[in-house]
């Protein structure tokens, strides 16, 4: 392992982890789609990830190998920083449902799916918290 959890993760890692090139993961920080939040690279420096970052970039990866746009991604993701605080969940008990089209995110309540891109039809699933426990387990690899 590069360094502790407590200290973050580099690119190194998370790349082996994730499973996207460094470019792909510099793209996204450039951007500011999942940017590093422990620290940013700096010239000199190495940019250091968070644990809920690289739940973040798997979720993406996955969503991404589904079919899903980036930009549609990038519109649920802001979505779901809009309204987190309607949806009263941590990130690892959500689920994104997916046709390859259209991105609902599921909550602990039945009753509740919301459609973050407007649209309808139900297809499969993305369990974000079995992408963490994936994630943990790349880690400890």
């Known amino acids: 392992m590069n360094l502790s959890a407590m200290e973050g993760y580099r690119a190194g890692l998370v790349l082996r ?3 996207i090139s460094y470019n792909q993961l510099r ?9 590093p939040s422990i620290k940013s690279a700096q010239k000199g ?4 990830y968070s644990f809920g970052d690289l739940i973040r970039l798997n979720t993406a990866k996955s969503l991404l190998d589904s079919g899903i746009s980036l930009q549609k991604i990038r519109k ?4 779901l920083k809009k309204h987190e605080p309607e949806i009263k969940e941590p990130l690892s008990e959500l689920k994104f449902l997916t046709n390859g089209k259209s991105i609902f995110t599921l909550t602990r309540d039945p009753k509740k799916v919301i459609d973050v891109l407007n649209r309808s039809q139900l297809v499969w699933s993305v369990a974000i918290g079995k992408i963490s ?6 880690i400890q690899e």
């Open 17 to 19: 982890v994730v499973g």
């Open 27 to 35: 793209y996204w920080a450039k951007i500011g789609f999942i940017k």
């Open 45 to 48: 420096s190495r940019r250091l």
């Open 76 to 79: 649920s993701v802001d979505y």
């Open 133 to 138: 426990q994936l994630t943990k387990d790349k």
